[in-house]
């Protein structure tokens, strides 16, 4: 079996890191027109090599280069791009060698569980808890404490039965940007696919290739002023080709007019606000093209405000984002106008910047997708506590189907509760239906309150034999008299829902079938809530299996999953910030994988608030998504 052995050339010394500007903490970033990098602002502390001129010494002249360390037992290797502003950023490899060596010594090619997290910091913290801030930020505090340190992908054995599984034997971390706040990269993985990963708050996708894991390198990174006319990066999905869309949630960099790539122009009330777009990649994270979320007139069946006011509304604010490139459509969740939900203590002050809204896409064209239907998902019987509890508020995730009979595509609303179909994606208006209300599940997993309402929806996913949905469920934290409803995997029996074709029965529209499932036969039917404390957020299915050749290939029934316990800390759903694996029977149910344990605690589950790391002491981080992958020599098509 191929493995490539790296031998230390030199020492990186220093630290990859330098302030970006935060969302979180509510700064608008500059005009595209005079945009510089931190790099520039702080006189070179964001240069790993320790040279504060600026320059990477040690890389290769041209577009990417790569320097080699070790320190102790961790083999440091970095890999460099320049970006669109003439600006270095890296992605730097910590190998732990020992966990290297033990898995190839071990003989059994490696899958990996890679996770996109990010450091804990002072932005993380409550409004009160924010007048502690220190006066000053330098080299020698960066890092320290709550203060800004680097993001990274941390690279985790996830070969069961290997020496090291549930370990972590790389944390590769990104520079020169701080307080990226991480966030999701693609669905899933296939051989030979990139990772395109997202920054919220600095407004940057990085690409990333996996391909010689346990290491990685950096392909590509998209600026803010490659997005002009979107911000705030959401969730990616890869195509054939190897390119990606991506939606950008929030509004252009500046407010006012923006112009987009086909010629069309919408005014946009600015970074972080509305409407956002549809971005198309290259593969190495190159902007083809910029697609406006929403029509040139106003978006009126239900209320969408915008804060500041627009001069024609729109609930344009696309998050979640998957595709059937054999029908040529594209499927896109509005979440929320994106600033307006790290106010945290202080509420969005309106609950109808969350969005009621789905929107299909014709990709014919794959390199510049059109808005094709905007469609306002129905509200259910419950009647909400807020406003923003309505079912069809919040509208977070999308996911399609996967088998060439099937065309429709579910949708799931985080603070609405509610599980929504489409049997039809490529009809010129696609019919949205409610087919499941999480009071059902809320009571099926003991909740003492089982209403539906804010119970913080997230990950769904469809398995790729169209046979189970997925949803990953955070709760509803107790409040006053509310003791709150419980975190916790579902699992949805979803065959009979899709067996009825373009003329589904199941219609959530009465209360008794808000809290007890649809009284329709072909309704999604309840197989399992997987107890999950710790508010899991996202989730991934393991699409890879080993074969008898000693190789991976993609299967179609996943007998297994990945979620993270952490949302966003600015919005107060901070999680548990473990990383946990589920194994799943052959009857759907599942259960928790006992011997992925932490390899500090022995408790099963990965803490990623510890204190130190490979790439050093830089104490607790956030995990937000994650990825089933393997080297590209050990996996066949």
Not at 14 to 29: H, I, K, R, S, Y
Not at 164 to 178: D, H, I, R, S
Not at 480 to 494: N, Q, R, W
Not at 535 to 541: F, R, S, T
């Amino acid at each position: 079996m191929h493995r490539r052995r790296l031998s230390p050339r030199r020492l990186v010394a220093g630290t990859a890191l330098a302030l970006a500007v935060p969302l979180a903490l509510g700064v608008t970033p500059v005009a595209a027109t005079s945009f510089t990098s931190p790099l520039e602002d702080l006189g070179g502390l964001g240069d790993p090599t320790g040279d504060t001129t600026g320059d990477l010494t040690g890389t290769v002249t041209g577009t990417i280069g790569s320097t080699v360390g070790a320190v102790g037992d961790v083999l440091q290797k970095k890999s460099t791009i320049t970006g669109s502003d003439g600006k270095s950023y890296w992605v730097q490899n910590n190998l732990d060698t020992q966990k290297v060596e033990a898995t190839a010594e071990d003989g059994t090619a490696q899958e990996y569980l890679i996770v996109w997290a990010g450091d804990v910091n002072v932005a993380d913290k409550s409004g009160k808890e924010l007048t502690t801030l220190p006066g000053t930020v330098g080299p020698d505090t960066v890092g320290q404490k709550d203060l800004p340190g680097p993001d990274f992908l941390a690279v985790v054995d996830a070969t069961k039965g290997s020496p090291t599984y549930g370990e972590v034997v790389n944390t590769a971390t990104v520079g020169p940007l701080v307080e990226n706040e991480p966030h999701h990269m693609q669905y899933v993985w296939h051989k030979g696919d990139n990772i395109f990963a997202g920054g919220l708050f600095t407004d940057v996708t990085y690409v990333f290739d996996v391909s010689q894991l346990p290491e990685l390198s950096i392909k590509g990174v998209n600026l803010p002023t490659d997005t002009l006319c979107g911000s705030v990066p959401d969730a990616y999905w890869v195509t054939e080709d190897g390119g990606a869309y991506g939606t950008y949630m929030g509004g252009p960099d500046l407010p006012g007019p923006c112009t987009y790539t086909d010629g069309s122009t919408r005014v946009g009330n600015g970074f972080g606000g509305s409407p956002g777009e549809v971005v198309r990649l290259d593969p190495d994270g190159k902007t083809i093209s910029e697609a406006p979320a929403t029509p040139e007139t106003a978006e009126t069946t239900e209320r969408c405000d915008n804060i500041p006011l627009l001069p024609q509304s729109t609930c344009a604010n696309p998050h979640g984002i998957q595709a059937r490139e054999d029908l040529d459509i594209l499927v896109t969740s509005d979440y929320n106008e994106p600033r307006n939900i790290i106010l945290n203590p202080v509420q969005a002050p309106s609950s109808y910047l969350r969005r009621p809204t789905v929107r299909t896409w014709d990709i014919s064209d794959k390199d510049h997708p059109k808005l094709k239907a905007v469609s306002f998902l129905p509200d259910g019987p419950r009647k909400g506590l807020v406003a923003h509890h309505e079912e069809n508020r919040a509208v977070m995730e999308t996911t399609v189907t996967n088998l060439p009979e099937h065309k429709g595509a579910f949708a799931q609303t985080m603070q609405g509760g509610a599980i929504y179909y489409a049997p039809d994606i490529t009809a010129d208006k696609p019919e949205w239906r409610e087919v499941f209300d999480l009071t059902a599940s809320n009571k099926h997993a003991g909740s003492a309150n089982p209403y539906g309402g804010g119970s913080n929806g997230g990950w769904v996913q469809t398995s790729p034999d169209d046979r189970y949905l997925y949803h990953a469920v955070m709760g509803r934290p107790a409040s006053g008299d509310d003791p709150g409803s419980a975190p916790y995997i579902l699992v949805l029996d979803i065959q009979q829902l899709l067996a009825s074709g373009d003329s589904p029965q199941c219609s959530i529209d009465t209360l008794d079938e808000v809290t007890a499932g649809g009284d329709e036969s072909d309704c999604p039917a309840i197989v399992d809530t997987l107890p999950a404390p710790g508010q899991p957020h996202w989730g991934a299915l393991d699409n890879l299996e080993l074969g008898a050749d000693g190789k991976y290939r993609e299967t179609t029934s996943p007998d297994r999953l990945a979620y993270a316990n952490y949302f966003v800390a600015r919005t107060g759903l901070n999680g548990d910030h473990r990383v946990c694996v589920a194994d799943q029977a052959e009857d759907g149910t599942l259960s928790l994988d006992e011997e992925f344990r932490d390899e500090r605690t022995g408790t099963p589950c990965i803490d990623f608030d510890r204190a130190a790391w490979p790439h050093g002491e830089y104490g607790p981080a956030k995990p937000h998504s994650m990825l089933f992958v393997t080297a590209d020599d050990d996996i066949v098509d």
